[in-house]
């Protein structure tokens, strides 16, 4: 059962209990809800009470504000994590993938380097089964 607050065409208010809403519209559909007060059988559903409609408004807003706040913070988590990275390993640019697979062999000093990779060398020092971390690039900012 559901209750609708159903209001007449002479703007009388009252509630109706209902099995479902589509019994709701058949009834009304065919005149079958009559107003306890004045008898007309034009009926429609009140309106929604204004504090739900404003609260729903007012939802959107905060869940907007909060993506924002959200996006903020990974790109300051971003940011931290290419600062420690740069800051405790070997820069070895395009080298990346040699000196990761002459460190990985024992050829060279076992330390942690970043540099640049293409999309196939990742896959083959993956398929090799070296460790290969891709570090997200933060949006650049104008400052
Ligand atoms: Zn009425």
């Known amino acids: 059962m559901i209750k609708y607050t159903v209001r007449c065409a002479d ?9 479902d809403s589509a019994t709701y519209e058949r009834l009304a559909g065919r005149a079958g809800i009559e107003c306890p007060l004045c008898g007309s059988t034009d009926v ?3 309106p929604m009470a204004p504090r739900i409609a404003k609260s729903r408004g007012d939802g959107g807003a905060v869940a907007q ?10 790109l300051e988590a971003v940011q931290e994590m290419r600062k420690s990275v740069e800051a405790n390993c070997d820069y070895v640019g395009p080298e990346f993938a040699d ?3 002459r460190i990985h062999y024992g050829e060279a ?7 640049e990779a293409t999309n196939d060398e990742a896959r083959e020092l993956d398929e090799e089964g070296i460790e290969v971390h891709r570090l997200p690039t933060p949006p650049r900012r104008n400052s």
């Open 11 to 19: 703007g009388h208010d009252f509630d109706g209990w209902y099995k």
């Open 109 to 115: 000093d076992e330390r942690g380097i970043y540099g």
């Open 99 to 101: 000196e990761a697979r």
């Open 65 to 74: 504000a909060h993506a924002q706040e959200v996006a903020e913070r990974i």
């Open 44 to 46: 429609a559903r009140a």
